[in-house]
């Protein structure tokens, strides 16, 4: 079955500082992967994805993220943080079953921003 | 464009009292439909999918159950709410090709007390 997980719980950030959220993920063949942010007390947002090709993704808000098979990660990065950009990120895999796509969301980390 | 809808936004009910949490897909058709929930301080747990009407996979056996009456309608059961139901449930929907993303809703906070 697959697996993902994302070692840092809790980060701190000040504004203008670089950024590098780590996941790691387990999966028996070729993966798709997502990164998503949510704040509080709301849903979900698509922030990027991997599925082929390239293997570094651009994404929303200035976020990119690079798959690299041969350590099984797929980490978010953004070289310069806003405050806004304070928020609860979870990296997924998805996976096939049958006729349906089942994502496996890690346990998230929680990005807090400094002034 | 898709937009999914999902409610009510927040609900506090009562241990043994019955449940009903509604989300509706606009803008596509034949979506994979999903429940999730997200307790404190943990990821989104997949409760159930759907890849049609009808036809409910339940992924965590539980105190819960999902329908399907319409293609684009998902629903949300339960007979009697338990303290542990309480969370944060998310309904999300996928387009049925590989690799798509899921899409998801405004949440319910369920409080059960």
């Known amino acids: 079955a697959q697996s993902v997980t994302q070692p840092d719980i809790h980060i701190t950030v000040s504004e203008g500082a670089s950024l590098e959220l780590r996941c790691n993920y387990s999966?028996?063949?070729?993966?798709?992967l997502f990164w998503y942010v949510q704040s509080p007390g709301q849903g979900l947002q698509l922030l990027l994805k991997?599925?082929?090709?390239?293997?570094l993704v651009q994404g929303i808000k200035g976020f990119e993220a690079e798959f690299k098979r041969s350590q099984s990660s797929f980490n978010l990065r953004k070289p310069s943080v806003h405050w806004s950009d304070a928020a609860e990120y979870f990296c997924?895999?998805?996976?096939?079953?049958?006729?349906?796509?089942?994502?496996?969301f890690g346990t998230g980390t929680r990005l807090q921003v400094t002034l | 464009s898709q937009t999914i809808h999902q409610w009510p936004a927040t609900l506090v009910q009562p241990v043994g009292s019955p449940l009903s949490l509604e989300c509706t897909v606009e803008g596509t058709s034949n979506p994979n439909l999903y429940w999730y929930r997200q307790a404190a301080g943990r990821g989104l747990q997949l409760l159930f999918y759907s890849v049609g009407i009808g036809q409910i996979s339940s992924e965590v056996p539980q105190n819960l159950s999902a329908s399907r009456p319409q293609d684009r309608q998902f629903i949300l059961s339960s007979k009697k709410l338990l303290l542990s139901d309480s969370g944060f449930y998310l309904c999300?929907?996928?387009?049925?090709?590989?690799?798509?993303?899921?899409?998801f809703g405004q949440g319910t906070r369920l409080t059960v007390v």
């Open positions: 999300a929907w996928q387009g049925a090709r590989w690799g798509t993303e899921a899409f």
């Open positions: 999966y028996g063949a070729t993966p798709y």
């Open positions: 997924a895999v998805g996976a096939r079953t049958g006729t349906a796509s089942k994502l496996t």
């Open positions: 991997y599925f082929s090709g390239d293997t």
